[in-house]
């Protein structure tokens, strides 16, 4: 075999080495999100010393964390156990514009952890791993555990990839509609469409549990936006534009067909359903490898999957609708557009 052969395959070996230990470099994230170590560390250098005593942990081992971390790019450390924020550790940072503190938060989180380690159940049993594991549905889950559901509602809002301002962008309303945001969590979405579009009225519907939490972020909208606690699942509100934001992507093809179903018989004439989500690419043009990463997070946590084109308009067409127009947006979702056939 020829050297270079040989040392080929030495790095695919190393990749492939950094790639099964990943989810040990995740947890270390997960560990520093936690802390918030990089909003104490903000604006200036701090010692491991002190920032031990800010965060509540034993220096030594915070020291290990953060030389690990360092190791691998996250955070500098110089001589004087000196602790600085650099370009990667900044986006651990509350404050950054785009900042994935609440993302490092949730992907780690015990429960989205431990859906993960079971994926083998998964493959085994054909249904998620989270069901096989605790007998109830994710959001059942998030129901009775109020804690790690706001940890989701904050992930969810600090959306890691850029999606709401996107999909502002690229969705084009009438004066004066009702936007029902279906599934909309703590609104921030509804709010962006609301704040760009200033005669459309909102409605969000979501989980009792999720409404019954103060919605600062729809209450100055007053009489132009309400928030309503319901199951989609039994029936949607009245209204003209039903927003279906990384709603799709969590139910199997029956559950997405009753859901349409629920927007077809609620919707004022003229109306349509707009569904956010990833566009799967094909064998051949695999696109964003992320989408793979959420469509197999759907199999450790809910019953649903992320789909392609084919997939969006043969789900349409069997609940009595179209899918009429995909328009790609700045983000990785596009908007799928579905209507009633004329
Ligand atoms: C993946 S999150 C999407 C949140 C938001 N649309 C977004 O794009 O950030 C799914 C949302 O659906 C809500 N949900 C799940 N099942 C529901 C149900 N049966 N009825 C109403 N809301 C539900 C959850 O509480 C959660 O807010």
């Keep these: ?14 990749q492939m080495l950094e790639r099964i230990r990943g989810h040990q470099l995740a947890a270390m994230l997960h560990s520093a999100a936690w802390l918030e170590l990089s909003d104490r560390i903000d604006p200036g250098d701090v010692t491991i010393e002190d920032l031990s005593a800010m965060v509540g942990v034993s220096a030594r081992p915070l020291r290990r964390l953060l030389r690990g971390l360092a190791a691998h790019g996250v955070f500098d ?17 509350r404050t950054t514009p785009g900042s994935l503190q609440a993302a490092a938060k ?35 889950y998030l129901d009775e555990n ?17 999606r709401h301002a996107a999909v502002v962008a690229a969705l084009a309303l009438d004066d004066g509609v009702l936007v029902v945001d279906v599934g909309g969590g703590d609104g921030t979405l509804l709010a962006a469409i609301l704040d760009a579009n200033p005669s459309v009225r909102g409605l969000l519907v979501d989980r009792p549990a999720v409404i019954a939490q103060p919605h600062q972020r729809l209450g100055r909208f007053n009489s132009r936006c309400t928030a309503l606690a319901g199951d989609f699942q039994k029936e ?25 179903q629920n927007c077809v018989d609620a919707m004022n004439p ?11 690419g094909s ?3 695999p696109g964003d490898t992320l989408n793979y990463l959420s469509d197999l997070e759907m199999l450790t946590l809910l019953p649903g999957w992320e789909r392609t084109d084919e997939e969006y ?28 056939p004329a």
């Design 77 to 93: 450390l110089s001589s004087g156990d000196i602790v600085r924020n650099n370009a990667q550790s900044r986006w651990l940072s």
């Design 1 to 14: 075999m020829a050297l270079d052969t040989v040392d080929a395959d030495q790095a695919g070996r190393r």
């Design 313 to 340: 308009a043969a789900l349409a067409e069997a609940s009595g609708l179209k899918l009429t127009r995909i328009t790609g947006t700045a983000s990785p979702f596009a908007l799928f557009e579905l209507c009633k």
């Design 236 to 260: 949607v509100p009245v209204g003209d534009v039903y927003i279906l934001s990384q709603i799709v992507h969590d139910w199997n093809d029956e559950e997405v067909t009753q859901l349409f």
């Design 146 to 162: 109020p804690a790690e559901s706001q940890v989701f509602d904050q992930f969810m809002s600090a959306s890691p990839d850029d």
């Design 270 to 280: 003229g109306g349509r359903v707009v569904v956010v989500e990833r566009r799967m």
């Design 106 to 140: 949730y992907w780690s989180l015990p429960v989205c952890w431990t859906a993960w380690g079971d994926l083998r159940d998964a493959l085994r049993e054909d249904r998620n791993s989270f069901e096989v594991r605790h007998s109830q549905s994710f959001f059942s």
């Design 283 to 285: 064998i051949s043009e």
